[in-house]
């Protein structure tokens, strides 16, 4: 299966790419930042491509790198925030805050499908990783919403192709500071790489347009 994973800059894509590559699977990274894009390429013995998926120049500059077929696109937000405390910030630093994380968690994921939709073959599947939403009516929180609404609505786009369109989101059983599993837990990345990784197999070919939870199993073992 040929996978493009982006925000492979981040410790949640390399962790996602690490985790199919194992599974024997070619992935190809993409990224923003060269130096962690490129080594990780290196380490897992596959192809980079520098791009910054939220820059529909950037995206255009590098579609010569872009493969012409693939199985499996997956979205994972590189989102950069300002400094500082919320608390203190501008209402500069609250419209940067916002633009952001709706371009890295939105726009990002929406550039992407939009370039690569036609490339996908038939029985794929589209993983839109949702960063951890944060407090309600916060930005975050306001991303999540609006990719949970924008997967369901693709899914019926590509579900005329088999293709399937999910979103894996962080749940409540992996938030700070909430009492889960305990230290054994396998970590949030480990999760959502392990999710992202059963919603491509045909096991899971009924499922689309869901948004599903990386939680420890909270729900299920503390109500």
């Excluded at 975050?140 to 192709?161: D, E, N, P, Q, Y």
């Excluded at 970590?187 to 197999?201: G, N, Q």
Aim: proline share 4%; charged share 15%; glycine share 10%.
């Amino acid at each position: 299966m040929d996978v493009l994973i982006t925000g492979c800059d981040t410790d949640r894509g390399r962790a996602i790419a690490e985790h199919f590559s194992a599974s024997g699977h070619r992935v190809i990274v993409a990224g923003r930042r060269a130096d962690d894009v490129e080594l990780l390429a290196k380490e897992l013995e596959t192809d980079a491509i520098v791009v910054d998926t939220t820059d529909p120049a950037s995206i255009a500059a590098a579609n010569d790198q872009l493969p012409a077929h693939l199985d499996t696109v997956i979205n994972v937000p590189a989102p950069q925030s300002p400094a500082g405390d919320p608390r203190t910030y501008t209402l500069a630093d609250h419209a940067t805050e916002w633009r952001g994380l709706f371009d890295a968690g939105l726009l990002s994921a929406v550039l992407t499908v939009q370039t690569l939709g036609d490339q996908l073959r038939s029985g794929g599947s589209i993983i839109t990783v949702i960063d951890d939403a944060g407090a309600e009516g916060g930005a975050a929180a306001s991303v999540k919403a609006a990719v949970t609404t924008w997967t369901a609505g693709l899914a019926h786009h590509f579900g005329i192709r088999g293709i399937t369109v999910n979103a894996v989101a962080i749940g409540r059983g992996s938030e700070p500071g909430y009492v889960g599993l305990g230290s054994a837990s396998p970590t949030v990345d480990a999760e959502i790489a392990r999710l992202s990784l059963f919603l491509t197999t045909p096991a899971a070919r009924h499922i689309t347009g869901q948004t599903l939870h990386v939680s420890h199993g909270a729900l299920a073992n503390f109500g």
